[in-house]
Protein backbone atom coordinates (compact mmCIF):
# COMPACT_ATOMS: atom_id res chain seq x y z
CA UNK A 1 0.00 0.00 0.00
CA UNK A 2 1.39 3.78 -0.97
CA UNK A 3 1.85 5.38 2.30
CA UNK A 4 0.68 9.13 2.08
CA UNK A 5 3.43 11.34 3.57
CA UNK A 6 1.35 13.91 6.25
CA UNK A 7 3.59 16.83 7.67
CA UNK A 8 1.40 18.15 10.94
CA UNK A 9 1.80 22.00 11.68
CA UNK A 10 1.16 22.88 15.23
CA UNK A 11 1.40 25.67 18.04
CA UNK A 12 0.71 24.10 21.32
CA UNK A 13 0.10 20.98 23.27
CA UNK A 14 -0.66 18.91 19.58
CA UNK A 15 -3.76 16.87 20.54
CA UNK A 16 -4.79 16.20 17.36
CA UNK A 17 -1.51 15.73 16.03
CA UNK A 18 -1.67 12.70 18.71
CA UNK A 19 -4.28 11.82 17.37
CA UNK A 20 -3.24 11.17 13.70
CA UNK A 21 0.20 10.08 15.07
CA UNK A 22 -2.53 7.39 17.15
CA UNK A 23 -4.23 6.69 14.03
CA UNK A 24 -0.93 6.01 11.74
CA UNK A 25 0.31 3.51 14.14
CA UNK A 26 -3.13 1.39 13.34
CA UNK A 27 -2.82 -1.65 11.25
CA UNK A 28 -3.71 -0.44 7.38
CA UNK A 29 -3.71 3.43 8.17
CA UNK A 30 -2.49 4.69 4.98
CA UNK A 31 -0.81 7.82 6.10
CA UNK A 32 2.57 8.30 7.98
CA UNK A 33 3.02 11.36 9.97
CA UNK A 34 6.41 12.35 8.23
CA UNK A 35 7.21 15.45 10.96
CA UNK A 36 5.93 18.11 13.02
CA UNK A 37 6.44 21.31 12.61
CA UNK A 38 5.82 24.37 14.92
CA UNK A 39 5.76 28.11 14.91
CA UNK A 40 6.46 28.32 18.85
CA UNK A 41 9.79 26.77 19.95
CA UNK A 42 7.68 25.79 23.85
CA UNK A 43 4.98 24.06 21.53
CA UNK A 44 4.35 20.90 24.17
CA UNK A 45 3.41 18.66 21.75
CA UNK A 46 6.42 19.11 19.85
CA UNK A 47 8.03 16.66 22.92
CA UNK A 48 5.63 14.32 22.59
CA UNK A 49 6.19 13.71 19.18
CA UNK A 50 10.31 13.55 19.99
CA UNK A 51 9.06 10.85 22.55
CA UNK A 52 7.54 8.87 19.34
CA UNK A 53 10.41 9.14 17.53
CA UNK A 54 8.45 11.42 14.97
CA UNK A 55 10.70 14.07 13.15
CA UNK A 56 9.97 17.68 14.48
CA UNK A 57 11.12 20.88 13.45
CA UNK A 58 10.79 24.80 14.73
CA UNK A 59 9.92 27.55 12.13
CA UNK A 60 9.81 30.16 14.81
CA UNK A 61 7.20 33.14 13.31
CA UNK A 62 9.37 35.54 15.36
CA UNK A 63 12.62 34.58 13.52
CA UNK A 64 11.04 36.44 10.38
CA UNK A 65 9.51 39.76 11.95
CA UNK A 66 7.03 40.94 9.22
CA UNK A 67 8.42 38.98 6.41
CA UNK A 68 5.87 36.20 6.72
CA UNK A 69 6.34 34.82 3.07
CA UNK A 70 9.86 34.73 4.37
CA UNK A 71 8.32 32.18 7.60
CA UNK A 72 6.29 30.61 4.68
CA UNK A 73 9.12 29.95 2.37
CA UNK A 74 10.93 28.12 5.16
CA UNK A 75 7.95 25.80 6.48
CA UNK A 76 7.50 25.57 3.31
CA UNK A 77 11.45 24.02 2.62
CA UNK A 78 11.17 21.86 5.72
CA UNK A 79 7.57 20.05 4.53
CA UNK A 80 9.23 19.35 1.53
CA UNK A 81 12.55 18.08 3.19
CA UNK A 82 10.13 15.53 5.17
CA UNK A 83 8.58 14.44 1.25
CA UNK A 84 5.26 14.93 3.09
CA UNK A 85 2.21 15.32 0.15
CA UNK A 86 -0.26 16.65 2.56
CA UNK A 87 -0.33 19.88 5.29
CA UNK A 88 -2.46 19.08 8.17
CA UNK A 89 -2.83 21.94 10.23
CA UNK A 90 -3.77 21.27 13.97
CA UNK A 91 -3.99 24.05 16.18
CA UNK A 92 -1.31 26.23 14.43
CA UNK A 93 -2.24 29.59 15.20
CA UNK A 94 -0.57 31.48 12.43
CA UNK A 95 -2.38 32.98 9.33
CA UNK A 96 -1.12 31.42 5.86
CA UNK A 97 -0.99 33.76 3.28
CA UNK A 98 -2.09 33.66 -0.35
CA UNK A 99 1.24 32.26 -1.57
CA UNK A 100 1.37 29.46 0.71
CA UNK A 101 -2.19 28.49 0.34
CA UNK A 102 -2.19 28.17 -3.16
CA UNK A 103 1.05 26.80 -2.88
CA UNK A 104 -0.31 23.93 -0.96
CA UNK A 105 -3.78 23.72 -2.73
CA UNK A 106 -6.42 20.99 -1.81
CA UNK A 107 -3.05 19.23 -0.29
CA UNK A 108 -3.54 21.66 2.81
CA UNK A 109 -6.15 20.82 5.86
CA UNK A 110 -7.24 22.26 8.72
CA UNK A 111 -9.73 21.06 12.49
CA UNK A 112 -11.45 23.98 13.28
CA UNK A 113 -13.74 23.76 16.37
CA UNK A 114 -17.04 24.94 15.50
CA UNK A 115 -19.75 23.54 12.30
CA UNK A 116 -18.17 25.90 9.91
CA UNK A 117 -19.43 28.31 8.36
CA UNK A 118 -20.51 29.15 11.90
CA UNK A 119 -18.61 31.11 14.71
CA UNK A 120 -15.00 31.45 12.74
CA UNK A 121 -11.48 32.83 14.39
CA UNK A 122 -10.93 32.40 18.12
CA UNK A 123 -12.67 31.51 21.20
CA UNK A 124 -15.47 29.60 18.99
CA UNK A 125 -16.71 26.87 21.90
CA UNK A 126 -17.73 30.69 23.86
CA UNK A 127 -18.96 32.22 20.64
CA UNK A 128 -21.28 28.97 20.40
CA UNK A 129 -22.53 29.51 23.74
CA UNK A 130 -22.78 33.35 23.67
CA UNK A 131 -24.91 32.89 20.44
CA UNK A 132 -27.23 30.16 22.11
CA UNK A 133 -26.64 27.80 19.94
CA UNK A 134 -27.84 24.36 20.39
CA UNK A 135 -25.41 22.24 18.72
CA UNK A 136 -22.00 22.64 17.52
CA UNK A 137 -19.13 20.37 16.70
CA UNK A 138 -15.61 20.19 14.35
CA UNK A 139 -14.99 20.67 10.91
CA UNK A 140 -12.14 19.28 8.87
CA UNK A 141 -11.76 21.20 5.54
CA UNK A 142 -9.53 22.36 2.71
CA UNK A 143 -7.83 25.49 3.76
CA UNK A 144 -8.30 28.77 1.28
CA UNK A 145 -6.93 32.24 1.91
CA UNK A 146 -9.90 33.39 3.78
CA UNK A 147 -9.30 32.25 7.09
CA UNK A 148 -11.74 29.17 8.41
CA UNK A 149 -12.98 28.74 4.74
CA UNK A 150 -12.91 25.77 2.18
CA UNK A 151 -14.33 22.62 1.17
CA UNK A 152 -15.23 20.75 4.18
CA UNK A 153 -14.66 16.99 4.09
CA UNK A 154 -16.54 15.84 7.76
CA UNK A 155 -18.10 17.55 10.61
CA UNK A 156 -18.88 15.99 13.68
CA UNK A 157 -21.92 17.75 15.52
CA UNK A 158 -22.28 18.01 19.61
CA UNK A 159 -24.79 19.30 21.54
CA UNK A 160 -24.38 22.56 23.36
CA UNK A 161 -25.82 21.99 26.41
CA UNK A 162 -27.63 24.73 29.01
CA UNK A 163 -25.10 24.63 31.80
CA UNK A 164 -22.09 24.35 29.60
CA UNK A 165 -18.45 26.45 30.15
CA UNK A 166 -16.29 27.03 27.28
CA UNK A 167 -13.97 24.43 28.63
CA UNK A 168 -16.75 21.96 28.79
CA UNK A 169 -18.02 22.78 25.25
CA UNK A 170 -14.68 22.56 24.05
CA UNK A 171 -13.74 19.00 25.67
CA UNK A 172 -16.59 17.71 24.12
CA UNK A 173 -16.07 19.03 20.96
CA UNK A 174 -12.00 17.70 21.25
CA UNK A 175 -12.83 14.17 21.98
CA UNK A 176 -14.85 14.40 18.41
CA UNK A 177 -12.13 15.95 16.22
CA UNK A 178 -9.88 13.43 17.28
CA UNK A 179 -11.93 11.42 16.11
CA UNK A 180 -12.98 13.30 12.76
CA UNK A 181 -9.75 14.44 11.93
CA UNK A 182 -7.78 10.83 10.81
CA UNK A 183 -10.94 9.87 8.88
CA UNK A 184 -10.42 12.61 6.71
CA UNK A 185 -6.84 12.19 6.24
CA UNK A 186 -7.57 8.63 5.45
CA UNK A 187 -10.01 9.71 2.65
CA UNK A 188 -7.44 12.22 1.16
CA UNK A 189 -4.83 9.57 1.29
CA UNK A 190 -7.19 6.72 0.06
CA UNK A 191 -7.48 8.93 -3.04
CA UNK A 192 -11.50 9.23 -2.39
CA UNK A 193 -12.01 12.98 -1.68
CA UNK A 194 -12.60 14.95 -4.89
CA UNK A 195 -14.05 19.18 -4.62
CA UNK A 196 -15.85 19.98 -7.13
CA UNK A 197 -17.16 23.67 -7.65
CA UNK A 198 -15.99 23.83 -3.91
CA UNK A 199 -18.23 21.18 -2.48
CA UNK A 200 -16.22 18.15 -1.20
CA UNK A 201 -17.48 14.57 -2.43
CA UNK A 202 -16.12 11.26 -0.83
CA UNK A 203 -16.19 8.19 -2.98
CA UNK A 204 -17.95 5.12 -1.77
CA UNK A 205 -18.69 7.09 1.40
CA UNK A 206 -20.47 4.97 4.03
CA UNK A 207 -19.06 4.04 7.40
CA UNK A 208 -18.36 6.31 8.73
CA UNK A 209 -20.11 8.91 7.05
CA UNK A 210 -18.94 12.36 6.54
CA UNK A 211 -21.36 13.67 9.39
CA UNK A 212 -20.60 12.43 13.08
CA UNK A 213 -23.50 12.82 15.03
CA UNK A 214 -22.98 11.12 18.22
CA UNK A 215 -25.86 10.78 20.96
CA UNK A 216 -26.61 13.22 23.35
CA UNK A 217 -25.70 12.55 27.00
C1 LIG B 1 -8.18 22.56 18.61
O1 LIG B 1 -9.41 22.70 19.28
C2 LIG B 1 -8.30 23.06 17.19
O2 LIG B 1 -9.52 22.74 16.58
C3 LIG B 1 -8.17 24.54 17.38
O3 LIG B 1 -7.15 24.68 18.33
C4 LIG B 1 -7.15 23.55 19.20
C5 LIG B 1 -5.76 22.96 19.18
O4 LIG B 1 -5.67 21.91 20.12
N1 LIG B 1 -7.86 25.20 16.15
C6 LIG B 1 -8.33 26.39 15.82
O5 LIG B 1 -9.06 27.05 16.55
C7 LIG B 1 -7.91 26.90 14.46
N2 LIG B 1 -8.78 27.93 14.02
P1 LIG B 1 -4.51 20.85 20.01
O6 LIG B 1 -3.20 21.62 19.97
O7 LIG B 1 -4.64 20.05 21.26
O8 LIG B 1 -4.73 20.04 18.76
Not at 47 to 73: L, M
Not at 90 to 99: C, D, S, V
Not at 126 to 145: E, P, W
Request: glycine share 6%; aromatic share 6%; with cysteine.
Amino acid sequence: MAMLNVAVLISGRGSNMQALVRASHEPDYPAKIACVISNDPTAGGLVWAQKEGIPTAVVNHKDYGSDREGFEAALDAVIKKHDAQLVCLAGFMRILTPWFVDAWRDRLINIHPSLLPAFTGLHVQQKAIDYGAKVSGCTVHFVRAEMDHGPIIVQAAVPVMADDTELSLSERILEQEHNVYPIAVRWIAEGRVNIHSEKCFILGEGEPPSLICPMIR
